[in-house]
């Protein structure tokens, strides 16, 4: 299955009526997922878009309800990306409307995607989920405890290329490596554990 027309890497900048740099990147990327992304699960060509501020996921697939978190950055992402609340982190490990994540890196330059990788969500499980401290009694939400992903103790096949150094990857091979581990879905949170731990061996 390949992709009806090229794909653009670029922003469209028009998209974006907002003045802060954030807020502006935010709203490119988010216009370039719903305009370009696909479902890796069922190949399905677009996906929707969650109303702003939603808690949970930003985007929907309507053909099989797979859900997606998008969190972007200029540089590349290192061993830890910074996630919600911990504890609502770790209850949603279990649930059957877990997001995806999707992880992009732009240049802020050219305005264009460099890369875009997926982690399923049957790679989330609580060893990956890392506390951080609470904030300080000065902070605004004064004792929130946050979290952190950290993707050093992810697998390589748990991330999966959709565009990498900007090259947009064929469509039917990300469609084959997500297949690839949708067993995993089937295990129960322990013997996912054990068997990422595995994977993470084989991988060294």
């Given at each position: ?14 998209q974006s009526l907002y003045t ?7 709203a490119w990327t988010e216009a ?173």
């Open positions: 299955m390949r992709y009806p027309a090229p794909v653009k890497l670029g922003f469209e900048e028009s802060s740099g954030t807020q502006k990147a935010r370039w997922v719903s305009a370009w992304a696909y479902c890796p699960h069922c190949g399905n060509v677009k996906m929707s878009q969650f109303p702003n501020n939603s808690p949970l996921a930003d985007f929907l697939c309507g053909s099989c309800s797979e859900e997606f978190e998008l969190k972007s950055q200029k540089g590349k992402f290192g061993a830890k990306v910074a996630a919600g609340a911990y504890k609502t982190k770790c209850e949603r490990l279990a649930a059957s409307n877990n997001p995806n994540l999707l992880l992009m890196n732009y240049n802020a330059k050219s305005l264009s995607v460099v890369n875009l990788l997926i982690v399923p969500k049957h790679f989330f499980v609580r060893e990956i989920i890392e506390e951080r401290k609470p904030l300080a009694a000065t902070a605004r939400r004064a004792g929130w405890i946050g979290s952190n992903i950290v993707l050093s103790r992810i697998p390589q096949s748990g991330k999966i290329h959709i565009v990498k150094g900007g090259i947009v990857r064929p469509k039917d091979i990300v469609l084959e490596e997500w297949q690839k581990t949708l067993f995993l879905r089937n295990e129960s949170p322990e013997t996912r554990g054990w068997l990422l731990d595995v994977m993470k061996c084989v991988d060294k």
